[in-house]
């Protein structure tokens, strides 16, 4: 049902203007890394960007290269079954444990059979353990 592991997210900062997460993406694709996750918002006068790549050492190297101050943080990955109720159950694994959420956020269409969930939480070791119990 969850199958969890460590992994890596990209976080950047950047100034709230159009086209920021154009030629983000841009400069992403150009070096053929695959964006398997992201989400972005803006908070104040700023664009936040998160990215889950195939390779996050590259796209460390050619976000800084083009400018970018990117931001490497560990996450939990899950593949999850695409069902009515996996994110209920997800959640309920960690809150019974009093792990803090700090962010999530997952997709996957409707002809998929798994979903990538991408969270951070106050303890992602002991996530880890307790989602693929």
Not at 16 to 44: D, P
Not at 103 to 126: E, I, K, M, P, Y
């Amino acid at each position: 049902m969850l199958k969890a592991r460590q992994g890596k997210e990209i976080v950047l900062r950047t100034a709230n203007k159009i086209g920021a997460l154009a030629e983000c993406s841009k400069i992403v694709a150009e070096r053929g890394l695959n964006i398997l996750a992201m989400s972005a918002w803006v908070e104040g006068d700023e664009a936040v960007i998160r990215l889950v790549t195939d390779d996050t050492l590259r796209t460390m190297d050619v976000l800084q290269k083009n400018g970018f101050a990117p931001e490497e943080i560990s996450v939990v990955l899950v593949d999850a079954a695409h069902k009515p109720g996996i994110l209920r159950h997800l959640t309920d694994v960690l809150s019974r444990e009093n792990i803090d959420l700090t962010h999530l956020f997952g997709s996957a269409t409707t002809d998929q059979d798994v979903c990538l969930v991408v969270l951070n939480s106050s303890d992602n070791d002991r996530a880890i353990v307790l989602l693929n119990g």
